[in-house]
């Protein structure tokens, strides 16, 4: 059983950095993809960010484009969220998730992280 733990949330100010870590533990293969969503107050959790594991293809919502970047450990089987330029708009518990494989939608989901951004 795989098992996503996410860390790096906190309370920051607009136009500050945080970088969110997930660690995956329990793998015993390899994975197709992992990703990062948000869920703000009163909305759906969304796609934020996604990253292809063997080829490090990356995928970005429009509203973070240019602010947060996707990364991937291969030897720790972490992946990173860093954001820059956070604004108040970014405030949302952020989930961490992993697909096993093509078209089968995300298996795994971490417990979440708190971001909270002031103005």
């Known amino acids: 059983q795989v098992q996503l733990v996410e860390s790096g949330g906190g309370a920051v100010q607009a136009g500050d950095s945080l970088r969110l870590s997930c660690a995956a533990s329990?793998?015993?293969?390899?994975?197709?993809?992992m990703g990062w969503f948000r869920q703000r107050p009163g909305k759906e959790r969304d796609p934020v960010a996604a990253?292809?594991?063997?080829?490090?293809?990356?995928y970005y919502a429009d509203s973070v484009k240019g602010r947060f970047t996707i990364s991937r450990d291969n030897a720790n089987n972490t992946v990173y969220l860093q954001m820059n330029s956070l604004k108040p708009e970014d405030t949302a518990v952020y989930y961490c998730?992993?697909?096993?494989?093509?078209?089968?939608?995300?298996?795994?989901w971490g417990q979440g992280t708190q971001v909270t951004v002031s103005s």
């Open positions: 990253i292809i594991w063997l080829t490090a293809y990356t």
């Open positions: 329990g793998r015993t293969f390899s994975t197709f993809s």
């Open positions: 998730a992993e697909a096993l494989h093509l078209g089968s939608g995300y298996d795994y």
